[in-house]
């Protein structure tokens, strides 16, 4: 594990466009997975600015909620062509998001995780982090061995989210499972906030423990975190 301490935002959201970048320039046609939040926004201003083109490079989102259509406000699908991909280039047959609203969960499970190893496996994963150790929608105790599938979502998870979503967001969310994230053959952690202080000293504690799902990441080969001055 490498870290990175960035002492403002505008560093923050440099470095985090700065190792995509170095990501993409050594495989133009990288497999990505995408996050939703506060936190990757300044990454995805820095990347729709930086004269680059993503033509080839396929994308994959994190999570969604249950029950939402990709044209839902609230739907991470609409955030991410709100906030990243409206600003670029980019081929619609390169998107796969995960369908909140899809018939059957477990087929649309089963479509996104065939998706996936059809384009070669994630070459990033993009991660934020929630305060209680989430990633993805991952919430504690969940089971490290599994790839996309439904989950209850925390209280703590549904109560952040609402706030910042300004509206009550769904109990059930899809997600790519840790054994997927795991399977990254990069992994870019992204912590800003104080909220995250107790999660990343988890993390840094080196100790893997399923209460903090993001300790599964600490054997990963390729994981980078870039993270607030203010939380060492």
């Known amino acids: 594990m490498l870290i990175q301490w960035c002492k403002d935002s505008a560093c923050f959201d440099s470095r985090a466009a700065d190792h995509v970048l170095a990501a993409h320039a050594r495989k133009p046609d990288l497999v990505v997975a995408l996050p939703t939040g506060r936190t990757p926004l300044g990454l995805y201003s820095q ?28 739907s991470y699908a609409y ?27 477990l ?18 994963a993009i991660l934020g ?4 150790g989430h ?23 549904r109560a952040t989210n609402s706030e910042q979503q300004g509206n009550t967001v769904p109990g059930l969310g ?3 499972g840790i054994a997927t994230l795991r399977s990254a053959r990069q992994v870019l952690l992204l912590v800003s906030g104080e909220t995250k202080r107790t999660a990343l000293q988890a993390l840094l504690s080196g100790y893997p423990d399923p209460q903090w799902p993001v300790t599964s990441l600490l054997d990963h080969p390729a994981l980078m975190v870039i993270a607030d001055e203010g939380l060492r």
């Open 174 to 176: 899809i997600t790519m």
């Open 129 to 132: 982090l929630g305060a209680n």
């Open 79 to 105: 955030f991410l062509r709100d906030n990243f991909f409206r600003g670029l280039s980019v081929p619609l047959t390169n998107i796969r998001l995960l369908r909140g609203d899809a018939p059957d969960l």
């Open 107 to 124: 087929v649309e499970s089963e479509d996104y995780d065939r998706a996936i190893q059809q384009a070669g496996g994630l070459d990033l």
């Open 135 to 157: 990633i993805a929608f991952n919430e504690p105790g969940a089971r490290w061995n599994r790839a996309t599938h439904v989950v209850e979502l925390s209280e703590q998870t």
């Open 47 to 74: 990347l729709r600015q930086r004269p680059v083109c993503f033509d080839r490079v396929r994308w994959f989102n994190l999570d969604e909620y249950v029950g939402l259509a990709p044209v839902d406000p609230l």
